[in-house]
């Protein structure tokens, strides 16, 4: 006599069968052979900018929000600094790194070692220059005022990148660096600060909620994180069909589950 399996314990199952596959796939056929994952054109983006700044001169600015590492926040900010990860390897081998604002003490410690670290890699560490790196205030709108500065005071255009754990005072950078024609480019998960960039960003180059964990992901360019992204819009799928599938029976008159 067969099983009666409930539709949670089949949903379930599936879940871990599409996962098996997602990395038994990437592991034996590669990235080639995988469907592509999403595009985040924000972290493409950031990289570029470096490239264009020693072309021209520009200013890049970086802006990481008042995310503590050891607070709720904690993971926005890591989850930032990842994305920015080929922006910091482009400013090392270029030599014209981007200045680095920070509202917290402990990411001010982390950003500084990762682009020290992003120097090493290339053998250029000598020339890493700390004070590219700065924290200013603890309060969330100090912070923001005085990063602020930093596209106001410049002698021609640039680009900035508000990424992190931020609120309403991002709306205090993003209104300065749209004032001196700067490219906007920024990623937030609170909702207020979604709403104060969305008016000043394009959406090409926005991050809203997951999308900017999952970019920062993809940014590193790591088969693994690829793959992970890959089993998670699958398992996101499977989830919608199996809502769907209950839906439709539910109509139908068909009881599910035990």
């Known amino acids: ?94 030599d014209t790194p981007p200045i680095i604002t920070t509202g917290d003490p402990t ?41 602020a500065t930093y596209p106001l005071d410049a002698d021609k255009g640039g680009t900035q990148a508000m990424v992190g754990a931020f609120r309403q005072e991002v709306s205090l950078l993003a209104d300065a660096a749209v004032r001196k024609g700067f490219e906007v480019m920024g990623g937030a998960v609170n909702p207020t600060g979604i709403a104060a960039l969305y008016p000043a960003t394009p959406v090409q180059g926005l991050a809203m909620g997951e999308d900017l964990f999952t970019g920062a992901a993809l940014a590193q360019e790591k088969p693994s994180l690829q793959a992970l992204v890959w089993a998670e819009d699958s398992l996101r799928w499977l989830l919608i069909a199996a809502i769907v599938a209950v839906v439709v029976l539910s109509l139908l008159g068909i009881q599910v589950g035990g």
Do not use: C, K
């Open 107 to 147: 990411l001010y410690l982390l950003a500084d070692d990762w682009m020290r670290r992003a120097y090493s890699r290339v053998g250029n560490v000598e020339r890493y220059r700390p004070l590219l790196v700065q924290f200013s205030a603890g309060d969330p709108v100090t912070y923001a005022a005085w990063a």
């Open 1 to 94: 006599m067969a099983p009666n399996l409930s539709l949670e314990t089949l949903v379930v199952l599936g879940f871990v069968g599409v996962a098996i596959l997602a990395w038994g796939g990437w592991a034996l056929f590669a990235r080639r052979h995988l469907p592509a994952a999403r595009a985040f054109p924000l972290f493409s983006r950031a990289a570029g900018a470096i490239g264009r700044a020693a072309e021209e001169g520009a200013l890049v600015h970086l802006t990481l929000g008042s995310g503590s590492l050891v607070g709720s926040d904690a993971m926005t900010s890591v989850a930032a600094l990842e994305g920015m990860t080929p922006l910091l390897s482009f400013s090392a081998a270029y």
